[in-house]
């Protein structure tokens, strides 16, 4: 199963994948055939002192010879083409299915994991697959033709053969068998490496000023030792390879040669025969070897594989139905006996009973503690995720009768972690729509108030963002983020907690700029300030997964203790929901 969903994956590389192993069987028939005919030359040309014979059995030896560096060079060149395109197939597969996974799908990956089966594991299946291709076809050729040509030479000293080959397959496989569950460990140390490495990267500036840099130090560095611990215990094992291929090989020349003395003086058996059969204990038992790096390079690979053909053959949890809808005929939201469990199990909900009507065009804030589920809550609207109990409804349909794509396209959610791409504002700007004019997305930064400030960089929309917007402020990052969703045109906007950088002036005016410019998209606004939602047609107040209390500032002052609380505290105290 595995094996099928690796090799999908070769596609416009199976010429490529037939001719390394082709060649190479050519390669390794030519190679077998020197030998043989090396004893021709010993027997009928040097023993002898026939110079005609020697010249013409030595040309035709050189031209074999060059005939096998051509084909062993062929074979190669396939080889290396077959492996790096399987391995940039691979590649693109495995992102791709991601990038159709829902949220639910990348909760069972980690990023740290994700990017070493990217990079590492794909590496591992690359090197192994060419290994199987051309070692592998060599050498089990090479093992198959040497061993007949042996026996062609003579049967009776290629008997030795049949006695070394299983000792040394029994020690290999032993060794194999070793090796293996060290490398799966490896790798999963590996995963954790690339976590410290993603951390520290991503929060190098708290580091920084919390002079942690000694202690993130010593977190890698235990780390890596960890992947050298293994990685040393398995290249001990694997070392055990080479006096035993040596024991083997000097076994069997050292009983070779006290049976062909024999064999020779009784003349059943000539010098040049002798010579052709050390050339194939060489080449039986090296071959052996070979074979048995190659099966602990498939060891490795068969791990790496496995956790490659995982995230292939990961289907995601949402998709279209038959005949899906292709337009949202407009803004409205139903939220009809809502539950939800992040792992789909019913008795572990953290939504629960959640009965809403949005009319289409108000405004709606959402405010409550953290752990309450607000976010939870809108990313059911465009489908991050599919409710565990109940219906979701936009626009008087299921979501789930949506084509995804139109839906999404429909409900442009701001989401709690701004995130920003490198390359220039504008670009970033463009993900919302990639045919915005110049003045679409500049009016899209003026609703969320970000003109300004990125007319006061030198190179204004051309501005270069750094990779997550590290060059640009919280509270810029944020409106940038607000406007590219703007850019979409949505009937909904949901703004999770995307103000709480801005200061309370700028948030003010990017709701009045809603209010005036956006009357008729639904907007949902999640806040930890008061201020933020208390002009909403509405407020929804969330505890505990529930809905606890619906309606407006004023109403809610009268009937809503926690409301009541939150107000008094920010109002009085300063402070927001968390405090």
Same mark, same amino acid.
């Given at each position: 199963?595995?094996?099928?969903?690796?090799?999908?994956?070769?596609?416009?590389?199976?010429?490529?994948?037939?001719?390394?192993?082709?060649?190479?069987?050519?390669?390794? $028939?030519?190679?077998?055939?020197?030998?043989?005919?090396?004893?021709?030359?010993?027997?009928?040309?040097?023993?002898?002192?026939?110079?005609?014979?020697?010249?013409?059995? =030595?040309?035709?030896?050189?031209?074999?010879?060059?005939?096998?560096?051509?084909?062993?060079?062929?074979?190669?060149?396939?080889?290396? &083409?077959?492996?790096?395109?399987?391995?940039?197939?691979?590649?693109?597969? #495995?992102?791709?299915?991601?990038?159709?996974?829902?949220?639910?799908?990348?909760?069972?990956?980690?990023?740290?994991?994700?990017?070493?089966?990217?990079?590492?594991?794909?590496?591992?299946?690359?090197?192994?697959?060419? *290994?199987?291709?051309?070692?592998?076809?060599?050498?089990?050729?090479?093992?198959?033709?040497?061993?007949?040509?042996?026996?062609?030479?003579?049967?009776?000293?290629?008997?030795?053969?049949?006695?070394?080959?299983?000792?040394?397959?029994?020690?290999?496989?032993?060794?194999?068998?070793?090796?293996?569950?060290?490398?799966?460990?490896?790798?999963?140390?590996?995963?954790?490496?690339?976590?410290?490495?993603?951390?520290?990267?991503?929060?190098? &500036?708290?580091?920084?000023?919390? #002079?942690?840099?000694?202690?993130?130090?010593?977190?890698?560095?235990?780390?890596?030792?960890?992947?050298? @611990?293994?990685?040393?215990?398995?290249?001990?094992?694997?070392?055990?390879?080479?006096?035993?291929?040596?024991?083997?090989?000097?076994? *069997?020349?050292?009983?070779?040669?006290?049976?062909?003395?024999? !064999? $020779?003086?009784?003349?059943?058996?000539? @010098?040049?025969?002798?010579?052709?059969?050390?050339?194939?204990?060489?080449?039986?038992?090296?071959? !052996?070897?070979?074979?048995?790096?190659?099966?602990?390079?498939?060891?490795?690979?068969?791990?790496?594989?496995?956790?490659?053909?995982?995230?292939?053959?990961?289907?995601?949890?949402?998709?279209?139905?038959?005949?899906?809808?292709?337009?949202?005929?407009?803004?409205?939201?139903?939220?009809?006996?809502?539950?939800?469990?992040?792992?789909?199990?019913?008795?572990?909900?953290?939504?629960?009973?959640?009965?809403?009507?949005?009319?289409?065009?108000?405004?709606?804030?959402?405010?409550?503690?953290?752990?309450?589920?607000?976010?939870?809550?809108?990313?059911?609207?465009?489908?991050?995720?599919?409710?565990?109990?109940?219906?979701?409804?936009?626009?008087?349909?299921?979501?789930?009768?949506?084509?995804?794509?139109?839906?999404?396209?429909?409900?442009?959610?701001?989401?709690?972690?701004?995130?920003?791409?490198?390359? @220039?504002?504008?670009?970033?700007?463009?993900?919302?729509?990639?045919?915005?004019?110049?003045?679409?997305?500049?009016?899209?930064?003026?609703?969320?108030?970000?003109?300004?400030? $990125?007319?006061?960089?030198?190179?204004?929309?051309?501005?270069?963002?750094?990779?997550?917007?590290?060059?640009? *402020?919280?509270?810029?990052?944020?409106?940038?983020?607000?406007? &590219?969703? !703007?850019?979409?045109?949505?009937?909904?906007?949901?703004?999770?907690?995307?103000?709480?950088?801005?200061?309370?002036?700028?948030?003010?005016?990017?709701?009045?700029?809603?209010?005036?410019?956006?009357?008729? #998209?639904?907007?949902?606004?999640?806040?930890?300030?008061?201020?933020?939602?208390?002009?909403?047609?509405?407020?929804?107040?969330?505890?505990?997964? &529930? #809905?606890?209390?619906?309606? @407006?500032?004023?109403?809610?002052?009268?009937? *809503?203790?926690?409301?009541?609380?939150?107000?008094?505290?920010?109002?009085? =105290?300063?402070?927001?929901?968390?405090?």
């Amino acid at each position: 199963m595995v094996i099928r969903t690796i090799l999908k994956s070769i596609r416009q590389y199976k010429k490529e994948s037939f001719l390394s192993p082709f060649f190479m069987i050519i390669e390794v $028939i030519m190679e077998v055939l020197i030998p043989f005919f090396m004893s021709y030359l010993i027997d009928k040309g040097i023993a002898v002192g026939n110079m005609g014979y020697i010249v013409r059995m =030595g040309s035709f030896l050189i031209a074999l010879a060059l005939l096998t560096i051509l084909l062993g060079t062929l074979s190669g060149m396939y080889a290396a &083409r077959a492996a790096t395109g399987l391995a940039a197939n691979l590649r693109y597969d #495995v992102f791709s299915n991601i990038q159709r996974f829902s949220f639910s799908n990348l909760d069972k990956f980690s990023t740290p994991s994700l990017v070493t089966r990217l990079t590492t594991d794909i590496n591992n299946v690359l090197m192994a697959y060419q *290994s199987i291709i051309r070692q592998a076809v060599r050498s089990v050729a090479m093992i198959v033709f040497a061993l007949t040509a042996a026996f062609r030479t003579n049967s009776q000293v290629a008997m030795v053969f049949l006695a070394a080959i299983p000792v040394l397959g029994a020690g290999l496989f032993s060794i194999i068998l070793n090796v293996h569950p060290i490398f799966v460990m490896a790798l999963k140390t590996y995963d954790r490496l690339n976590n410290v490495v993603q951390e520290n990267l991503r929060g190098i &500036r708290v580091v920084k000023s919390f #002079v942690r840099e000694d202690v993130e130090n010593e977190k890698f560095r235990r780390i890596s030792k960890e992947i050298y @611990t293994y990685f040393n215990k398995a290249q001990k094992r694997v070392a055990l390879n080479a006096p035993l291929i040596q024991f083997c090989t000097y076994s *069997s020349m050292i009983a070779i040669s006290w049976i062909s003395a024999k !064999l $020779i003086v009784g003349g059943s058996m000539t @010098t040049g025969e002798l010579m052709s059969m050390f050339s194939y204990v060489m080449q039986i038992l090296m071959n !052996l070897m070979m074979m048995s790096i190659v099966f602990v390079m498939i060891m490795i690979s068969r791990t790496s594989a496995v956790r490659i053909a995982e995230v292939l053959n990961e289907q995601p949890d949402l998709k279209n139905p038959k005949n899906p809808l292709m337009e949202v005929k407009d803004g409205s939201i139903s939220f009809k006996n809502v539950s939800f469990s992040y792992v789909g199990d019913k008795d572990k909900l953290c939504l629960k009973d959640v009965n809403l009507d949005i009319k289409s065009g108000e405004t709606i804030g959402i405010i409550g503690g953290t752990g309450s589920s607000k976010s939870t809550l809108v990313q059911l609207i465009p489908r991050l995720y599919d409710a565990t109990k109940g219906e979701v409804f936009v626009g008087g349909e299921n979501v789930k009768n949506y084509d995804i794509k139109t839906l999404r396209n429909q409900v442009s959610v701001v989401l709690q972690h701004n995130v920003l791409f490198s390359g @220039t504002i504008k670009e970033n700007l463009r993900w919302g729509n990639p045919d915005a004019s110049d003045g679409e997305i500049e009016h899209a930064c003026r609703l969320a108030q970000a003109h300004d400030f $990125i007319e006061s960089f030198p190179k204004g929309y051309d501005t270069y963002i750094e990779q997550g917007g590290t060059n640009v *402020s919280g509270g810029q990052r944020q409106r940038l983020c607000i406007a &590219r969703a !703007l850019l979409k045109k949505p009937k909904i906007l949901i703004l999770d907690d995307s103000t709480s950088a801005v200061d309370t002036k700028t948030d003010s005016l990017i709701q009045q700029a809603f209010r005036e410019e956006i009357p008729n #998209v639904t907007k949902i606004i999640i806040a930890q300030r008061v201020s933020s939602v208390q002009s909403a047609d509405r407020i929804i107040v969330m505890d505990g997964g &529930r #809905v606890s209390a619906v309606g @407006t500032h004023d109403e809610l002052m009268q009937s *809503s203790v926690i409301y009541q609380e939150v107000y008094q505290m920010q109002t009085q =105290g300063g402070g927001d929901f968390d405090e």
